[in-house]
């Protein structure tokens, strides 16, 4: 089996930057596309930024301009780069990644425990 740890969230100005990396426990035959998605109290779990294996991006509007994301294959992880940071940002941050344990197995969604981010006004 494989975990997706997630890590970097916690509190920050509003303004702030903060870098979010998800790494898989172990090595993977193959990742196809990777996700970050957020959930704040009340509300619905959104997709926030996806990069593929081609390295094509998409993110939610509300973030264009001031997220980037980032994989580095070899170490299987995925980075999410917030800056300008603002209050309603605050959600638990969730990595998502389809992928392949080895050659023989099927690709499959696996999810990661979840970070917090507080962006304080």
């Known amino acids: 089996q494989v975990q997706l740890v997630e890590s970097g969230g916690g509190l920050v100005q509003a303004g702030g930057s903060l870098r979010l990396s998800c790494a898989a426990s172990?090595?993977?035959?193959?990742?196809?596309?990777m996700v970050w998605y957020r959930q704040a109290p009340g509300k619905q779990r959104e997709l926030v930024a996806e990069?593929?294996?081609?390295?094509?991006?998409n993110f939610v509007n509300s973030v264009k301009d001031r997220f980037t994301i980032s994989r580095d294959n070899a170490k299987n992880t995925v980075y999410l780069q917030m800056n300008s940071l603002k209050p309603e940002d605050t959600a638990v941050y969730y990595c998502?990644?389809?992928?392949?344990?080895?050659?023989?197995?099927?690709?499959?969604?696996?999810w990661g425990q979840g970070t917090q981010v507080t962006v304080s006004s």
């Open positions: 990069i593929t294996s081609d390295g094509t991006t």
């Open positions: 998502y990644a389809r992928l392949r344990i080895t050659i023989t197995s099927p690709y499959s969604p696996y």
């Open positions: 172990r090595n993977i035959f193959s990742i196809d596309v």
